[in-house]
Structures are given as C-alpha cells and as structure tokens.
C-alpha cells in the first residue's frame, strides 16, 4: 500500500469519504477473510502469513539483513537491467506535463505567470494524477532503497508505475514537437528502448538458460533409458544432490518419479552436499496428509539463518549430483567430472556463464561478435551415480544425534 497510498488519497478526495472508506473496508474484508480462513486451515492456528513476513522482516530483532545486505547501486543497478532508457525518461514526465500544459492548453489572460508559467494552483490541478504517481514512486524508492536487505523483486511493485510514467513523458514529447513543428522524438526512443530490452532478454536466455534446459533433459533421460534403470542398487527414493548450486534448484516439479525396466515407479527426493554456503538449507514437510503436514512444527530450523548441518548427505548416497563445473574448486565444492570420476559419470551438460570470468557490460547485453570473445562458459551437468549408490538406511534418533554432536565438534 506504501507505493498507492497517495493515488488513494486523491480518489479519497474526488468522492464523498464515507463512502470510499465503505468500499474500502468492504474491498479489505473481500481479500483478508478468505486469506485469513486458508492460513488458519493450514497452519493450525489464527495467522495471517502477509502479516507474518511484515512483523519479522520490520519488528524483529533480526530481520532480513541475515539474508545479505546490498549497496544502494544494487537498485540502480537493476533498474538501468531492466528499463535501459525508460530508468530516466519517466523522471521527465511531470516538468514536461507542466511545460505541455503551459504551452499547448490555453491559459487565461488574467493568471498571474513567472518565468512563463502560470502561477495559479487551479491551473496545475491537471497534473495532480501526475505528480501524485510520482510521489508513489519516491515513496516506495525511500523505504526499500534504505533498507539494507535488497531484491529486485522488491521493486516489482512499482513497475507499471514507471511504465506508466514513461508514457507520459513520451507523449509530452510528441506534443512539444508538434507545437514547435519538429520530428518526434518518441519513435527514435521507443526504438532504441525496443533494442536494448530485446539485447538483454536474449542475453539472459543465452547465459542462464542452461539450469532450466538441464533439468528439463533430465526428464527426457529417465524416459529414454529406463531400461538401463535398476532400482535394486538404488536409493528409495532417489537422491538426486545439489552442492554449491542449491539456489538455482528451479522446482521439485523439474524431479519426476522414475519409472525402471520393470515397470516400477520411485520418486525423487532433492539432497543437499555441503559446500561453503553457511546458511541455512530448506528442508521437506514432514509426511503424511494434509493439513498435518503444514501444521507440524518442523525441527532443526531457526531464524537466525544458522547452518543445519542435518541437512547434509554424503555423496555416496546420492543417486544423482547436479553442479556447475568451473575452474574454480575448493575441498567443499570440487569439479565432480574431474575429481570424482570413478563414480559418477556426466549424463547432461548444457552451458551457463560465468559471471565472474566475463565483461561485465557485454555479459549484462548481447553485442554480437563481441560478446561471444568476452564471456566465459562452464557446463551445468548432471552426474549419474555408477551403481551400486550406497543405500542410506533409517537410523535410531540416538544415532543422529550422535552424528550431529561429531560434526559440531569438527566445526
């Protein structure tokens, strides 16, 4: 509500008050109660999971900075990423509505001018809508740039906002070139706008895609060789693991259940392979039906992003690793096709950039020719298990205990 507050105190003040206050408490009760009732049904208790993330992200002791803190480029940054010249047209939109309505709109003989422009506020209540937008904007720009905890979601919000800016200033454009008989500018800055956001969307497909492509194989694989699939020497369900590239894991729906030569059907479960990250790792809801599975309190998790070293498996237990290979290696995150070569095997490989090995402006847009000598490539692979997997085994609780006490010490 922070970035819509003062467009709602401008409809506030075009209509009668009690009845924008009713239509706002009915629109208010419409959203919450459903929202409300889902929450409770789920969690067991009365809760409302928006208000949650506000009283931890804004009220605790902690809050989100335990995530990671950004400089105040990082918003900059993203907004240039993703509205290349659009990031400063719509700083144009209301000096240019102010000189458009000067010089296009008649102005009464009798108003008062400075500088050529009209002094009366009567005259500038046309660009009330204007000016408010733009407040929305700074508003919302002053509470998350000054946050220390950044995401380029965060500024989501304000997207259409902006758009909708651009639009003005582009169209007081076209009108000040009309009055003074010139080209328009618009089609020229609607062209360049259309070039780079189409240099960086194929940038992005052409880097990143690899995980997506690789997962997606992994699907047709299992398919194309369940024949070769012996689920005797395998895990129930299979481990498919993940080191280093945790945070690129897209979904569990990307983990189909396996299907062997005999015509049985195992799931897969995602696990984690320790690597440098130190934070904490999420973890599956227990089993069962709904809703004891959403009601349960999960254990071995905390607030304070504390590294949960249960959330570990050795690699011998997994059936299949996920990981991005690279010329960097440290004990902990090893290049798995080189290092471990008697027992896993490559089965996918899909390219994936490496950010840190390439120029920084030709890895953020494509530039023909050029970007293809500047930018640095590694394989996101997936590694197949060389049978038999080293079948994990449920073990007494006094046993896990035991093994997490050895592995605190060793910290």
């Not at 419409?30 to 809760?47: E, F, H, S």
């Not at 804004?58 to 480029?73: A, Q, V």
């Not at 071995?300 to 690699?315: A, I």
């Not at 500047?374 to 197949?384: A, K, L, M, V, W």
Request: hydrophobic share 40%; proline share 8%.
């Amino acid at each position: 509500m922070v970035n819509y507050s003062p467009l709602c105190r401008y409809l506030f003040s075009l209509r009668r008050p009690d009845r924008f206050i009713l239509h706002s408490l009915i629109a208010l009760l419409l959203v919450a109660t459903p929202l409300l009732i889902v929450d409770t049904w789920y969690y067991g208790k009365r809760v409302m999971a928006p208000l949650n993330i506000v009283m931890y992200n804004i009220f605790s002791s902690h809050g989100p900075d335990l995530y990671g803190t950004e400089p105040l480029s990082y918003y900059i940054k993203n907004l240039v990423l993703n509205w290349n010249i659009a990031s400063l047209l719509w700083l144009g939109a209301l000096p240019l509505s102010a000189v458009v309505s000067a010089l296009v709109f008649p102005i009464h003989k009798t108003m008062k001018k400075m500088a050529g422009m009209p002094m009366s506020p009567s005259f500038y209540r046309r660009l009330f809508p204007v000016a408010l937008t733009l407040l929305s904007i700074a508003l919302w720009f002053l509470v998350f740039f000054s946050q220390p905890h950044k995401e380029e979601r965060f500024l989501f919000p304000v997207f259409p906002l902006l758009a909708l800016l651009t639009a003005v200033t582009l169209d007081a454009l076209n009108r000040l070139a009309t009055h003074f008989s010139l080209p328009s500018p618009s089609y020229w800055l609607l062209g360049i706008f259309i070039l780079i956001s189409t240099s960086r969307a194929y940038s992005l497909h052409r880097n990143y895609s690899g995980t997506i492509d690789t997962y997606k194989s992994f699907t047709d694989y299992l398919s194309d060789n369940r024949q070769n699939l012996d689920f005797s020497i395998r895990n129930d369900p299979l481990s498919v693991c993940v080191g280093k590239e945790w945070h690129r894991f897209p979904s569990s729906f990307f983990l189909p259940d396996a299907v062997d030569g005999h015509g049985r059907v195992r799931p897969m479960r995602l696990r984690f392979l320790r690597s440098e990250f130190r934070g904490l790792l999420p973890k599956y809801f227990p089993d069962g039906r709904f809703p004891a599975r959403t009601r349960a309190i999960p254990s071995e998790m905390n607030d304070e992003n504390r590294e949960e070293t249960t959330r570990y498996v050795p690699l011998d237990t997994c059936d299949y690793v996920v990981d991005l290979e690279t010329p960097d290696r440290t004990a902990l995150e090893p290049n798995y096709g080189k290092e471990h070569t008697t027992i896993l095997r490559p089965i996918i490989r899909n390219s994936f950039l490496l950010a840190h090995r390439s120029h920084w402006l030709l890895r953020a847009f494509f530039v023909p020719f050029l970007s293809e000598r500047n930018c640095e490539f590694g394989q996101y692979t997936i590694y197949e298990r060389i049978p038999p997997t080293v079948v994990t085994k449920r073990r007494s609780q006094s046993a896990e205990e035991e093994e997490r006490a050895a592995r605190h010490e060793e910290l």
